[in-house]
């Protein structure tokens, strides 16, 4: 099955402690179609600038990800610089240079129209919505944002938000919509905006889904699903999107929407958030195989696995 | 089997957003030893003063917690006062009224000497200490400490590592023992200074256990329990001496000490936990049926329980 990915294509300059990196390809689109390729079909909607090259493009090529969609802009690609000096968990934005993303205006080539999920990834709510609109025949929509939407645009937030069947975001991101601090009662308040489903995302906790009352004709209790202790986490650029990936690659893999599914994929989803940390940008994505990720699977099984 | 607790009895003023509390019972020991009672025969070394009243005593009671090793000094008891206005993860102190706790020393009465679990809850690291070698007998040691100590006696604390089997602390904690941002990392490093296991207490996330190697003759991948995501937080405090209660208490009912046994002592570490925070002081701890526990156990395997 299809997924197509409306997002982000970045070159981005990353300092950690673990060192310095700068004009390597990331943006939430890149992470999450790498993420997404070992499970399912991906297509990418996005656009870059004159500096993205055959080099760039050949990442995509190479796992086959369908790039019709990735428009070639006059001008630069977006930029973006940031470091996670102080806190490995929050990165400290040094520049964002919007460049050709500024005005970005998402285009669905024809080819696209039968993707069967859709993902969103963090864009404007209003190209949201429309892209959502555009796209009558996906089966499932899956969503990000961040706080610069819900602090900005809360009314066009809200409309999208309408139109999507999981949101995936962080707890702060979770409360901040909610206005509501306790994390149980902020994801009702957000279930209540629309989502079927919330996933929320805790960063090295692994990862949380809620589900609205009847959603998927599965029971409401939610289900967590635990991340590995990392050693080594030298990049944590891009985890997100590549949680969203592996969760919305492995729905879309399988035949079935239930609640075992929407579990496992919430596992997947953590396997490769853990993967893309361990080294900068997308250079850990780009090299897996398919029985790396399931033993990874097994061990987050483990980890929490009661006889 | 029996579980000796080492800790401070307490009166407690909390306010939370739930409401204000005054002179409610508290202290790590008591809130230890009700968490444990339902799973094993607990005994209580700890001071009291002359406000400490049959009231008070009865709670103990009621949970057939032996109390001989409750000494009665001349003064007034240990009184803390805190609140969680901003943030229900970590307490405000408003005031520490040490009392008669000031001049503690443990002593074990002699009934006591046979207990085959040891609780140190977190004192003084070197009356820790003392009290550990003053038991030769018992089978397996647990320990809180707090970022107090970690800072102001560390050498002491680090003679007292040595001595025990399983150091209970949180994500902080472990961190500024450490001197490790990263967890695993640290939680290396912490073994490193002596305990066999490192339960690291994440609050709201649930709890890891890391293993050094070889300890108990079980493999070292570390074992991770969720918390249940909980609406109704009252009253944070206590919650995580009543994790060490249902972990140790859990440990004690068992004939065996396997990895099995340890990972579900974890998860009724955080069963335990989660019961304290719904109600303001020990009131949900003294209520609960043994019932009530199993049934929130089979919720929190559940929650992570892939087929």
Not at 56 to 67: L, M, N, P, R, W
Not at 174 to 200: D, F, S
Request: hydrophobic share 40%; aromatic share 10%.
């Amino acid at each position: 099955m299809s997924i197509l990915v409306v997002g982000s294509v970045a070159f981005d300059d990353v300092t950690s402690p673990s060192g310095s990196v700068k004009n390597i390809l990331g943006g939430a689109a890149t992470y999450f179609a790498l993420a997404a390729s070992y499970f399912a079909k991906v297509r990418v909607v996005g656009v870059v600038g004159e500096d993205f090259g055959p080099q760039q493009e050949s990442v995509f090529q190479q796992h086959a990800i369908d790039t019709r969609g990735l428009e070639h802009a006059k001008g630069k690609t977006f930029r973006w610089g940031g470091s996670y000096v102080d806190n490995l968990n929050e990165a400290k934005t040094d520049y964002t240079d919007l460049n050709v993303f500024e005005t970005f205006q998402p285009r669905i080539p024809q080819e696209y129209e039968d993707s069967e999920f859709l993902f969103l990834a963090n864009i404007q709510p209003t190209l949201q919505a429309d892209v959502r609109r555009h796209m009558s025949r996906v089966r499932l929509t899956g969503c990000d944002t961040m706080n610069y939407w819900i602090n900005r645009t809360p009314g066009e937030l809200a409309e999208t938000l309408k139109l999507v069947d999981v949101l995936l975001i962080n707890d702060t991101e979770t409360k901040m919509l909610a206005h509501q601090t306790n994390l149980p009662r902020a994801a009702q308040k957000v279930l209540a905006m629309g989502p079927k489903a919330l996933v929320i995302k805790h960063g090295e906790y692994g990862a949380t889904i809620f589900f609205r009352e009847g959603a998927f004709g599965i029971g409401r209790h939610p289900f967590r699903a635990p991340a590995l202790p990392i050693e080594e986490v030298k990049d944590p650029t891009g985890a997100g999107d590549s949680f969203a990936g592996g969760f919305m690659g492995y729905v879309a893999s399988q035949k079935e929407l239930n609640r075992e599914v929407l579990k496992r994929a919430l596992f997947y989803g953590g396997v490769m958030g853990s993967f893309a940390v361990e080294r900068f940008g997308t250079e850990r994505l780009q090299s897996l195989t398919r029985e790396e990720i399931d033993a990874r699977f097994q061990i987050f099984r483990e980890l929490t696995h009661l006889e």
